[in-house]
């Protein structure tokens, strides 16, 4: 079906209904557009036609002077209307009812009960009819409206099946961005805006525009696409693709076809993952095609997976199938040599059925055998066989066409395969000949494409080398001539020179789209480009760029041993060289890859050599990281009284550079000093000024993690429901722009904060969705929090074997990380737990191996806990002298220094005071309960609402005991 603009859409279906002046101002935009633009204005067709009606039915519009009414029906004759979705001709649907009938199941909640359908996986091998069914869905389903977003094997371009989609949507031309493109664009955007009747997402959608165009190779100047850091692009652009489909939806219900899924980029597999999260109430669906055993569908938190596995025709099946393409009823012989020769596979046995009619082998229904039985005829070996000899008895010059087309890739342009072919014969005129029109299929916007993948194959792998090197060159100038200005292909571009085996025109190709991906943030596939580069070129100094491209690349994947590489080989490239600001920006990045790995001392180094470089030069922007670097090292050192100048003279060098997201994240730093040094007023008056920069650099990320700093400040400080005021706002903030990462932090700290609350339910259906996201996205960090804090939940709930089975699994998965900090919390929880069940021997075990990870870190407090613990067990065993004396080392650590850094004080207070009551240490309990009853208490103030409060004095076990012990006195 046409797809309508959301407005108009909405304008001839009455949902939303407008007035007449609305309508008025619609049609008069629409006739202005066609009139205006009449080239692009054919996408909008259907649209154009509504307006004019409208204006005939006798309401009073605006109709511009320069409207023909003719242009429609030259349009009918001339240029059909794109449409976002093609259809397969010329092949029969068999044997698919079964199937048929479970797609429908799953895709019933997006037209029927407008709610989202999740993720529907069609599974075959290649020539099994994929996407025939899904034709035959699209054909089912009216009032839905599908986007069709094809993966191309030979395009790794990040977000590219998106990036097909969006062009059709917003009405693009196939060659260089023109007026009309644009006009075309910011038509429809306005027009989906407008149609939008959620205003929080109106706003979404307009901060998603630059982005949006970005995607389809527009750059609107002065916008905030051009504002951001490239760090944040990659997020806005899933957050643009995610907010169109949200309101498209809500529109009309919406089902995204990723074709050969199996294809897909690293990027576009994110994105899928990302489109599928908290959307349950928008009626939309992703449909993909793959083939078995590549492709892994993501972990889907809140939406429906479903999956069809597509099996071979049997012998009724391919006796129907071969019946429809002979209008008769084939033979037993046919039928038999049809399943033995193509396997029950339908696009083989039609395509070997097209072969056997061809070469006169079949007639009436029967094979023409002339004296061999059925399986001894002479046939191509395979499919690929089947299809080249199909393919040679096409007339020259349409055999020489498709080779060309072929080169372009599974879809290609009209105008790019002009330029490829030459002269003045028209392309568009073969392409529609009936011999062509078997191989390939128009597709809309002035794009054709192979009628299935195999085609492809075989139309490309029939060529000879050289020829294939002479057709990629050509489309290499083709493509660089017709590319626009603003976003230049170069990744097709360097493609093409790379298969024509022009490596030193390849390498410069690869660096441009490596860069390209990088400015976009598309860290895979810039990666990949830089790697080839680097492959072709042995020139020195484009081989000290590439190394530049891929060591940044490789830094912000985290991909810390080839970055180390890189970083050899670029100072490797730049010795004895003389080029200050060059030696700077790589001892710039030696600092930052030392601070990844934990090198401190050399970060210092590297910062220090980077900062007097850096100075010699007057380049104050890359002197204010150096000192931002220098400072960040010492004060993950401890040393934060050294660092704090460092960072100061940072912030005001950014502040002279113009550098806000230097300043911001050197704000951070000062608050995270102040926090560490308890000053806590101090850090939340650094933390407003940084999240002012970040709100003004529209980094959202960075503005949750100030949020959440926030959040700790207040948890620390006993203020538990600002605690969760923060953490809940934070948790919004990354679900609004899918940052999962964030969002595992934000659920596990609320989880932490019902858990000091005591509320254990609460606790743990938070840990379980960090626990969740933390698997999906691979962050085997905080799946071992989650897990041991879970396993804490139930340990104060006196569920021992429960909880001993999540410390273990969290102890398993320390086996594979190297986090010796959270391995000494879960060895102190483990030995506590063991303690309480009475196994001394094995508690033991786990609490020295706790008390030496905690001893060699030089955390002092945080061994407090383990110590006390350590008591515990003494005193479960008998003996009372050690545990005395541990007791007593505990209770005056505390009373010196405070419960700062100590993980559960009151708990501590509590094995104190148990253990000197037990042995008849009067005074000593009497000091150790004043103590710990005056914290409780304290904390017990700050919690304004009178039932949490209620819950944090009765629910906790030992803060129930103190409060018993205290009143009995």
Same mark, same amino acid.
């Given at each position: ?172 031309? #196939? ?129 429906? /997976? ?80 089947? /299809? ?11 055999? #020489? ?171 490797? /490239? ?53 000192? =931002? ?184 998965? =320390? ?79 505390? *009373? ?27 005074? *000593? ?22 039932? /949490? ?8 076990? =030992? ?11």
């Amino acid at each position: 079906m046409e797809h309508l603009a959301p407005a108009l859409h909405t304008f001839l279906n009455e949902k939303h209904p407008p007035n007449d002046d609305d309508r008025n101002r619609h049609a008069t935009f629409y006739l202005a557009w066609a009139a205006d633009y009449p080239a692009t204005a054919a996408a909008e067709a259907d649209n154009v036609a509504a307006a004019w009606r409208w204006v005939q039915s006798g309401h009073q519009v605006d109709v511009p002077a320069h409207w023909d009414p003719t242009w429609l029906a030259r349009l009918e004759r001339g240029h059909p209307p794109v449409v976002l979705a093609p259809t397969v001709s010329g092949q029969v649907l068999v044997g698919r009812a079964t199937e048929l009938a479970h797609l429908r199941t799953a895709l019933r909640p997006v037209g029927k009960e407008k709610r989202n359908g999740g993720l529907v996986v069609i599974s075959a091998p290649a020539g099994m009819g994929k996407t025939l069914l899904v034709d035959r869905l699209q054909q089912e389903t009216a009032g839905v409206v599908w986007f069709y977003c094809p993966c191309d094997e030979t395009n790794r371009q990040s977000l590219y099946p998106i990036r097909h989609g969006l062009r059709r949507y917003f009405g693009q031309t #196939s060659g260089p961005t023109s007026n009309d493109d644009l006009a075309a664009f910011h038509a429809r955007m306005d027009d989906l805006i407008q149609a939008t009747g959620d205003e929080s997402l109106r706003g979404e959608l307009e901060e998603a525009r630059s982005f949006l165009a970005a995607l389809v190779d527009i750059v609107l100047p002065d916008s905030l696409y051009a504002r951001v850091q490239r760090e944040q692009r990659r997020q806005h652009f899933y957050a643009a693709i995610r907010a169109l489909a949200r309101a498209e939806s809500l529109l009309q219900p919406l089902i995204i076809h990723l074709e050969d899924a199996h294809w897909l980029d690293s990027e576009s597999r994110e994105l899928l993952a990302t489109l599928l999260r908290n959307v349950a109430a928008y009626p939309f669906a992703v449909v993909a095609t793959v083939r078995p055993s590549r492709f892994d569908p993501p972990a889907l938190a809140d939406a429906p /997976l479903h999956t069809v596995a597509l099996q071979p025709l049997d012998s009724a099946g391919v006796a129907e199938l071969a019946a429809a393409h002979l209008h008769g009823e084939p033979g037993r012989g046919l039928v038999e040599l049809l399943l033995l020769r193509a396997g029950g596979n339908p696009f083989h046995t039609e395509q070997l059925l097209i072969y056997l009619r061809s070469n006169g082998l079949v007639a009436g229904g029967e094979l023409v055998t002339a004296g061999a039985s059925g399986p001894d005829i002479p046939l191509p070996l395979d499919i690929h066989n089947v /299809l080249v000899a199909r393919l040679g008895r096409l007339q020259g010059d349409a055999r #020489s066409l498709l080779a060309h087309a072929s080169v372009l890739g599974q879809e290609f342009s009209v105008d790019e395969l002009q330029s490829v072919v030459g002269g003045e014969n028209s392309v568009r005129g073969a392409l529609e000949e009936e011999s062509s029109r078997e191989i390939v299929r128009p597709v809309g916007s002035g794009r054709y494409a192979f009628n299935h993948a195999l085609f492809h194959a075989a139309t490309y792998d029939s060529q000879f080398d050289a020829q294939k090197q002479a057709y990629h060159r050509k489309a290499a100038q083709a493509i660089a001539s017709q590319s626009g200005s603003e976003q230049p292909d170069f990744a097709r571009i360097a493609h093409h020179w790379d298969k024509a085996e022009d490596q030193q025109r390849a390498a410069v190709g690869y660096l441009a789209a490596g860069d390209q991906a990088q400015e976009n943030y598309f860290l895979r596939e810039a990666h990949g480009y830089y790697s080839r580069g680097l492959a072709l070129t042995n020139d020195n100094h484009q081989r000290l760029d590439f190394y530049l491209g891929r060591e940044r690349v490789n830094h912000w994947l985290g991909n810390r041993e080839e970055q180390r590489e890189d970083l050899y080989r670029l100072t490797e /490239l730049t010795v004895g060289s003389e080029d200050s600001a060059q030696l700077a920006d790589i001892s710039l990045r030696r600092a930052t890859f030392a601070l990844a790995v934990a090198d401190y001392s050399l970060a210092v180094q590297h910062a220090q050599g980077a900062a007097k470089l850096a100075a010699s030069i007057y380049d104050q922007a890359l002197e204010a990281q150096a000192y =931002h670097r220098w400072g960040r090292a010492l004060w993950q050192q401890g040393r934060g009284e050294s660092a704090q100048p460092l960072l100061r003279r940072a912030l005001r060098l950014a502040d002279s550079a113009k550098r806000i997201d230097v300043q911001a994240v050197c704000l951070y730093d000062l608050a995270m000093l102040a926090y560490y040094a308890d000053q806590y007023d101090a850090a939340r008056t650094q933390i407003a000024k940084a999240s002012a920069l970040f709100e003004a650099g529209h980094d959202k990320h960075n503005l949750v993690r100030c949020n959440n700093l926030l959040g700790t400040i207040a948890a620390v400080e006993g203020d538990i429901e600002r605690a969760i005021g923060y953490y809940n706002a934070s948790l919004g903030m990354c679900r609004a722009v899918d940052w999962p990462w964030g969002e595992i932090y934000c659920s596990a700290r609320l989880g932490d904060c019902h858990f000091d609350l005591g509320d254990y339910e609460a606790c743990r259906s938070l840990h379980q969705l960090a626990l969740m996201l933390a698997r999906n996205v691979k962050d085997r960090m905080a799946e071992v929090v989650s897990l041991d804090t879970i396993g804490l939940s139930y340990q104060f709930q006196g569920a021992f074997e429960q909880a001993r089975q999540y410390f273990n699994e969290a102890l398993a998965l =320390h086996d594979t990380i190297d986090y010796p900090r959270g391995r000494a919390f879960v060895e102190t929880h483990l030995g506590q737990l063991l303690a309480d069940m009475e196994e001394t021997e094995q508690a033991g075990i786990h609490l020295y191996n706790a008390l030496a990870q905690r001893s060699s870190s030089g955390s002092k407090a945080a061994a407090v806990d383990t110590e006390a613990a350590l008591a515990w067990m003494d005193m479960a065993r008998g003996d009372t002298e050690f545990a005395a004396e541990r007791a007593r080392d505990v209770t005056a650590w505390l *009373d010196e220094n405070g419960i700062a850094g100590v993980e559960l004080p009151l708990l501590v207070y509590w094995q104190c005071y148990a253990i000197f009551r037990m042995i008849g240490m009067a005074d *000593d309990a009497a000091r150790t309960l004043a103590a710990g009853y005056k914290l409780l208490q304290s904390r017990a103030e700050r919690i304004k609402d009178p039932g /949490l409060r209620h819950g944090f004095l009765h629910n906790i076990a =030992h803060h129930r005991h103190i409060v018993a012990m205290w009143e009995m006195l």
